[in-house]
């Protein structure tokens, strides 16, 4: 009978979820909020009665569905993009977080609600919806834009930083309390388990996925991805860290992967299903007299919303070096909250630590800055022009100077090849000395809970802590190696740029190797130290921790050259993932050539500052309708933009391109040449 109740369950979902986003698609709004509506119309608070027997059931389903929603959304992070994101969104994604966490929170203490309430209602406020802002800009057909690849860059940092919240967030919900020791000590924990699942997983799941895809198999690809999604969701639990963690990570290591494409498509139809479930159950929690009831709050916290992510944004696009209209359409795609917000919630009903009212009032607020988000993308044009006209000029012109300085300082090389090395192998360093600590995190884990074939052994305590610190040191010893020689090689390098021969002297060569074995000689002390520490719990007796270090000396001693090839095969494999560019997408058969495009020609127009045609979409223009050439480039101050979309904005000085036959040209020469009222000189190549 359970089985019945779950299918018709799960029918009385998907049926009500079809049919509603049916209807949200052809009024052209966000199907995600057809999902959360359907919730509603099947919940428990809906009159005359529930439609749903089983919410358990339903919630355990949803689970599934977070697992997959950030899984996907990991696969959309790319880690390459982490260095062409730049300073403009890493300010605007800092400034964004900061600010709207401290407005969330202080909205929650005016209307005088729990303390954590106001902590998990200002981390809610700080994220945009990765999800929306894809769907958005996917249907007005701004991708490509400038400002759209600057967002994404806001939301790639987001997202680093919504995984350090919901680790912090879990903390203080856990203890009710975080210190700046607590603080610490959660994002290093955090930091070891990424950089050991990304570097792991980077040299590993790549080339894992590689040897499945050989196989030909849909079903073996899917199944293997999964498998790895649910496998390493699992072990950030078994971590005390959120599932939700643990698939975001998998899915950026496997973004990597050359098949990340052909993954996507196979994992498209399981994730909207699950998703569509897990937004549903979103719904059910909703009851309609509660946002009645709170109906003030949600009017406050939208407008602080909408407001407070629009000025940040803006603010940190700006300064970072952006002009106007760049930076206000950066801030008004960002004006919402969506998935992590409800993530967030979730932790928070999960861990029974905020209050009934809190989720309901965040899934309002999405719906309606959801809803807004389309409107506030396309008036941002018009609000940079009526800026422009009703601004004293000198204020116009100031600006744009401070976008061209910007732009220029950026375009300057300060390049020093020390200074590069000098930050890559402290890089290297730190992932060494966070994979170490990993290790010996693992060591200490198995000491506390041994598995049962190492109980079997009947090893006493002291024993099997010898053993464990043994296996923990000669497992360490290939990154600690590595630091070792990297340490070497940065005495060498800053000997050479400290020590001048103008300076020293005749001394010269002996400061010099003076200095390159002073900085390897108290690095090895200081990590020498860090091991200690590392070390604490595991320590058996003085004596037999002498005889380990005796046996550690010479297994290094021995195995010194081996440990030096694994690492290196390691590095090199790393390179390797990042190297290999993705499969591309597989592209349909180009169908046969029709005789039009036998007969059509190409011709270049340049559009006057003058001409009827400068600041309009193209459309607007309707330029094929009117004359049958259609223009299929721009080329736009040494940009090309290849088969523009409609919704491309002309400007003065573009280079069009048209395609069509002689008397399709002569009329579209024609039409895009027209002069305006503002007059102006035509230009025809």
């Known amino acids: 009978m359970h089985g019945v109740a779950l299918l018709q369950d799960l029918a009385v979902v998907m049926i009500v979820a079809g049919l509603v986003t049916i209807i949200f698609h052809r009024l052209k709004q966000p199907v995600v909020l057809g999902y ?21 059931t339903i919630k355990t389903l949803s689970e599934l569905g977070v697992i997959l929603l950030m899984f996907s959304l990991g696969l959309e992070f790319n880690l390459r993009k982490l260095k062409q994101v730049g300073a403009p969104a890493l300010l605007a994604a800092i400034l964004e977080i900061l600010l709207l966490f401290w407005a969330g929170y202080e909205i929650g203490r005016f209307f005088n609600w729990p303390l954590l309430d106001c902590i998990f209602l200002g981390a809610m406020l700080s994220m945009s919806s990765t999800t929306v802002i894809i769907k958005v800009l996917g249907e007005l057909g701004k991708m490509k834009e400038r400002f759209a690849q600057l967002i994404f860059g806001i939301l790639i940092l987001e997202d680093i930083l919504g995984i350090a919240m919901i680790a912090l967030l879990s903390g203080i919900a856990m203890t009710g309390q975080l210190s700046v020791s607590d603080v610490g000590m959660t994002l290093g924990r955090l930091g070891v388990f990424l950089a050991v699942t990304l570097v792991a997983g980077l040299i590993a799941v790549p080339r894992l996925i590689g040897y499945v895809a050989r196989f030909k198999s849909n079903e073996m690809l899917i199944v293997t991805v999964l498998g790895l999604c649910f496998g390493v969701s699992l072990l950030a639990a078994k971590l005390d860290y959120s599932v939700a963690l643990g698939a975001f990570v998998i899915g950026a290591v496997i973004a990597e992967a050359r098949e990340i494409h052909k993954i996507e498509t196979l994992l498209e139809p399981v994730r909207d299903m699950f998703s569509a479930i897990f937004f549903v159950s979103i719904g059910l929690l909703i009851d309609p007299k509660m946002l009645i009831a709170y109906w003030q709050p949600i009017v406050v916290i939208t407008l602080v919303v909408i407001v407070g992510k629009v000025v940040t944004c803006s603010l940190g696009a700006f300064v970072g070096g952006n002009d106007t209209r760049t930076s206000l359409r950066v801030g008004m795609g960002l004006a919402q ?34 809803l807004t988000t389309p409107y506030l993308i396309k008036s941002a044009d018009g609000l940079v022009a009526r800026f422009d006209r009703a601004a004293p000029k000198p204020i116009v012109d100031s600006l744009a100077i401070y976008t061209r300085w910007v732009g220029q300082l950026g375009t300057q090389k300060h390049s020093n090849h020390a200074r590069r090395l000098i930050w890559k ?47 923990a040191m000669v497992l360490s010893l290939p990154m600690l190696i590595a630091t070792f020689r990297k340490l070497q090689a940065l005495g060498l390098l800053v000997a050479d740029m400290k020590v001048q021969a103008s300076a020293a002297g005749e001394r010269t060569a002996a400061i010099r190797a003076l200095v390159a074995q002073v900085v390897p000689i108290a690095g090895t002390v200081a990590l020498g130290l860090y091991i200690l520490v590392l070390s604490s719990t595991l320590l058996p007796s003085f004596k037999v921790t002498l005889t380990l270090i005796l046996i550690v000396a010479f297994i290094t001693w021995l195995l010194w050259r081996s440990f030096i090839r694994v690492y290196s095969k390691a590095q090199i494999a790393l390179q390797e993932t990042f190297a290999q ?21 190409l011709e270049t127009v340049t559009i006057a500052p003058g001409a ?7 459309r607007e223009l309707e ?63």
């Open 36 to 56: 959360i509506v359907a919730g509603v119309i099947i919940g428990p608070h809906t009159p005359p009665f529930p439609l749903i027997h089983d919410e358990n």
């Open 337 to 370: 909250i969506g998935e992590f917000s409800f993530i967030i919630a979730s932790l928070g009903v999960t861990l029974k630590v905020t209050s009934s009212f809190l989720y309901p009032i965040a899934v309002a607020v999405s719906a309606i800055t959801t």
């Open 425 to 471: 192998w402290s890089a290297q360093m730190a992932l060494n000395a966070a994979l170490v600590t990993a290790v010996f995190i693992g060591a200490a884990f198995v000491e506390r809970r041994p598995p049962e074939w190492l109980t079997g052994l009947g090893l006493a305590q002291e024993r099997l802590k010898a053993v464990l610190w043994l296996a």
């Open 581 to 601: 560019p993705p499969t591309p997408r597989p592209q349909a058969a180009p169908a046969a050539l029709p005789s039009l495009l036998r007969e059509a020609d």
């Open 612 to 618: 009827e045609a400068a600041h309009k979409l193209i």
């Open 623 to 685: 330029l094929r309708t009117r004359t049958g050439a259609s223009i299929v480039g721009i080329e736009r101050d040494g940009t090309n933009i290849i088969n523009p979309l409609p919704d491309e904005e002309l400007q003065p000085g573009d280079q069009v391109l048209l395609l069509g036959t002689r008397t399709h040209l002569d009329a579209a020469k024609l039409a895009l040449t027209a002069k305006g009222s503002g007059g102006g000189s035509e230009q025809i190549k």
